[in-house]
């Protein structure tokens, strides 16, 4: 695994090119260690995952052999990945099965190029997509999910960005401005805001409209009191960059 920080973006990169990026225990520690070290670091606004090689993750690793002692498990890792107060972006230049969609489904925000596709393949081996169904059935219909769960067909990313399992299907040739893009709006937002903002998109749909108002209304004035809150107005008032804005 490939760790790199720079201008607040901390870019986890899957190198195991040989073995086309499968989740073994090597695999899922990296990973875990990754992003551990990103959330702890001050420096780091934003996280991405992405990969060396052609694949950006073929699943689970059928293959088996000696491994390095497991010390975070696939649900440790989505877990992180989901809870993170830190945006966490999945670049996607390769295929993604099983896992691989979990890992993009996961993630805040995925790219793909268009030449990407995905698929929950399992069935095809007399197995089922389990795990990753925890993060991928909130983001698709009952009927797109039954279609790709059962069938097991691969899918290219424009019917993966269509049925939600990902943001964006992005030309090859113009995937690199688009994450870049994303990435300046992201740094651009204050820690605490950005924090905030994940945590409502998990918890308010499933809380009753009463609970939500009265959550968000306590939630909001502790927000405009904060010094971050104070700050940011302050540089809007002012025309100038938040203080948190990473510069060059």
């Known amino acids: 695994m490939k760790y790199q920080v720079t201008k607040g973006v901390a870019v986890l990169t899957l190198d195991e090119v040989d073995n086309r990026n499968a989740l073994n225990a090597r ?26 090689g052609p694949v950006f ?3 689970a690793d059928l293959k088996g052999g000696g491994q390095e002692p497991a ?24 295929p993604a099965m099983g896992g691989g969609v979990g890992l993009a489904a996961a993630a805040d925000l995925s790219l793909a190029s268009t ?10 081996i ?47 040739d113009d995937l690199d401005a688009a994450v870049a893009e994303l990435l300046q709006e992201l740094v651009a937002g204050g820690p605490q805001g950005l924090a905030t903002s994940k945590e409502l998109l998990r918890d308010v749909p499933t809380m009753t409209r009463e ?13 405009f009191q904060s010094p971050e809150g104070a700050e940011g107005i302050a540089a809007f008032r002012e025309r100038r960059p938040a203080s948190w804005v990473p510069h060059d």
């Not at 990407?116 to 399992?122: K, L």
């Not at 925890?134 to 019917?159: Q, W």
């Not at 609970?211 to 927000?223: G, K, P, V, W, Y």
């Open 57 to 59: 993750c073929a699943g």
């Open 126 to 172: 007399g197995l089922a997509p389990a795990m990753i169904s925890v993060v991928c059935l909130p983001k698709l219909s009952k009927a797109d999910a039954a279609e790709l769960f059962l069938t097991g067909r691969k899918i290219p990313a424009s019917r993966a960005a269509e049925v939600g399992l990902i943001n964006r299907a992005v030309a090859p």
């Open 211 to 223: 609970q939500a108002f009265e959550h968000t209304q306590s939630l909001s004035a502790r927000l």
């Open 27 to 52: 695999l899922l520690n990296g990973i875990g260690d990754g992003l551990t070290r990103a959330l702890a670091d001050e420096a780091v606004r934003v996280v991405v995952l992405t990969h060396d």
């Open 115 to 124: 030449e990407v596709t995905f698929g929950f393949t399992e069935v095809r």
């Open 71 to 94: 010390r975070f498990g696939f649900p440790e890792v989505l877990t992180l990945i989901q809870d993170a107060p830190k945006p966490v972006v999945a670049v996607l230049r390769g």
